[in-house]
């Protein structure tokens, strides 16, 4: 199974709303990391776990706040977002942490695409 | 700083005509560089991963190349199709561990 799953795939919230967004991956990859894709621009890196802990934390707001519960799931709290903040959010996974000589490809879910009203 | 740039923007071709998407990166000390392709409002497929000791990749109709010290790299689709049109991504890993990305090349494949 070479997928990585998101859910929902969609989702509208106020500002003063709280949502998760999940992620999955059954390859046995231990790296995971979530993006951030505004509209015809590449995505930009947020979180990386590796080994089901915070690696990579790219000067992200603490409205948006990551949880690795196990190697196969990530989420991604939201709290307080602001209408700046909807964007396609996008989760992939490899099989090494990213730290090393040896990097691994990754592999990327459908994302959500979230809209902040 | 590290910058990965893709011209051109946006690319038209007519149906069975092979063609070439460029990448350029500024630092050659990269440990691989990966190709993608996003189709509209949808997540990322990955084509094509290139470590830093090979110079080419094939799948299928696709081939990729790196030449690191050009900072260069192509994907070269042969035999275009519509269902090739799609945004094209190139990623590359550099020094500090995390895949910096191109703004992309968007194909439009004309039947």
């Known amino acids: 199974d070479t997928e990585v799953t998101q859910t929902p795939k969609h989702l509208v919230m106020g500002m003063t709303n709280k949502k998760s967004l999940k992620c999955e991956q059954h390859?046995?990859?231990?790296?995971m990391y979530w993006y951030k894709q505004k509209a015809k621009k590449p995505p930009e890196l947020m979180f990386v776990?590796?080994?089901?802990?915070?690696?990579i934390n790219e000067s992200v707001p603490s409205r948006f706040s990551p949880e690795c519960p196990n190697s196969s799931l990530l989420n991604l709290h939201l709290h307080a977002l602001q209408p700046e903040d909807s964007a396609l959010y996008l989760c992939?996974?490899?099989?090494?942490?990213?730290?090393?000589?040896?990097?691994?490809?990754?592999?990327f879910g459908p994302g959500t695409r979230l809209t902040v009203l | 700083k590290q910058e990965v740039t893709q011209i051109p923007a946006a690319l038209s071709v007519p149906e069975g005509e092979n063609l070439v998407l460029n990448c350029s990166f500024t630092?050659?000390?990269?440990?691989?560089l990966q190709w993608f392709r996003q189709d509209p409002g949808k997540g990322l497929t990955s084509l094509l991963l290139?470590?830093?000791?090979?110079r080419e990749q094939t799948s299928g109709r696709l081939n990729a190349s790196l030449d690191k010290s050009s900072g260069r790299s192509t994907l070269y689709i042969a035999a275009s199709q519509p269902g090739d049109s799609a945004t094209y991504l190139c990623?590359?890993?550099?020094?500090?561990?995390?895949?910096?990305f191109g703004t992309g090349t968007r194909l439009t494949i004309i039947p």
């Open positions: 390859m046995g990859h231990r790296a």
């Open positions: 990623a590359v890993t550099f020094g500090n561990e995390k895949l910096t």
């Open positions: 630092d050659s000390a990269i440990y691989n």
């Open positions: 290139i470590q830093s000791s090979q």
């Open positions: 992939a996974s490899s099989q090494e942490p990213t730290s090393g000589l040896v990097l691994y490809e990754q592999f």
């Open positions: 776990y590796s080994y089901e802990k915070l690696s």
